[in-house]
């Protein structure tokens, strides 16, 4: 079994910074990618920042040179340092954790940005 936890999200004016982080426990050694997505109120679910088992990262664009994906210190651990925040970021953030074909998320942790 599998479980995905997410931390650090919080209440941050804009322009501040807040830093999430995800740890992947269970049978699994190493996942294939890890990723965080959010889901904005009305709004489908989007990919922010994804590091696959190769360490190569991809970005949306919205958030490209503001937020920064990176491995933690445990294996299956990754962080999002978001930077440079705005309004239009307040969103639930989820981490993601592939293995093969299975995927495996964690509950959300709700970031919101005041103007």
């Known amino acids: 079994q599998v479980r995905v936890v997410e931390s650090g999200g919080g209440l941050v004016q804009a322009g501040g910074s807040l830093r999430l982080t995800c740890a992947a426990a269970?049978?699994?050694?190493?996942?294939?990618?890890m990723g965080w997505y959010r889901q904005a109120p009305g709004k489908q679910r989007e990919l922010v920042a994804g590091?696959?088992?190769?360490?190569?990262?991809n970005y949306a664009d919205s958030v490209e040179g503001r937020f920064t994906i990176s491995r933690g210190n445990a294996e299956n651990m990754v962080y999002l340092q978001m930077n440079s925040l705005k309004p239009e970021d307040t969103a639930v953030y989820y981490c993601?954790?592939?293995?093969?074909?299975?995927?495996?998320w964690g509950q959300g942790t709700q970031d919101t940005v005041s103007s």
């Open positions: 269970g049978s699994i050694f190493r996942f294939n990618a």
């Open positions: 590091m696959a088992s190769t360490d190569r990262t």
């Open positions: 993601n954790a592939n293995y093969g074909y299975d995927s495996y």
